[in-house]
């Protein structure tokens, strides 16, 4: 069992930046690919962005289109935290964001696999 808490959510006019963290819990969680993903109100949830560790200071990540050059996915293995530094903020990245957890041995862009999620935190992005 892997429990996961969202914090940083929050208002923010365009342009602005927030991060976000996502504590989990137990002591896997360097082995454990993560990601971000968003859900925006009458749209499917999508991807964000993605991490592995892969050992040492290398990590594998991959992150959508949309977000790419303004997000950037990072992982404190020590604090079993991942986070998402979103920089050049938009209108239409205003989402309930979400930290994922699969057990997958690669990089993953579908919600179909993780098999752990946190509660969402609310970003809200003003012109």
């Known amino acids: 069992q892997v429990q996961l808490v969202e914090s940083g959510g929050g208002l923010v006019q365009a342009g602005g930046s927030l991060r976000l963290s996502c504590a989990a819990s137990g002591r896997a969680f360097s082995g454990v690919t993560m990601g971000w993903f968003r859900q925006a109100p009458g749209r499917e949830r999508e991807f964000v962005a993605t991490?592995?560790?892969?050992?040492?200071?290398?990590?594998?990540?991959d992150y959508a289109d949309s977000v790419k050059g303004r997000f950037t996915i990072s992982r404190d293995n020590a604090k079993n935290t991942v986070y998402l530094q979103m920089n050049s903020l938009k209108p239409e990245d205003t989402a309930v964001y979400y930290c994922?957890?699969?057990?997958?041995?690669?990089?993953?862009?579908?919600?179909?696999?993780?098999?752990?999620w946190g509660q969402g935190t609310q970003v809200t992005v003003s012109s």
């Open positions: 994922a957890a699969a057990s997958v041995g690669r990089i993953a862009r579908q919600t179909s696999d993780y098999d752990y």
């Open positions: 991490s592995r560790w892969i050992g040492g200071p290398v990590y594998y990540t």
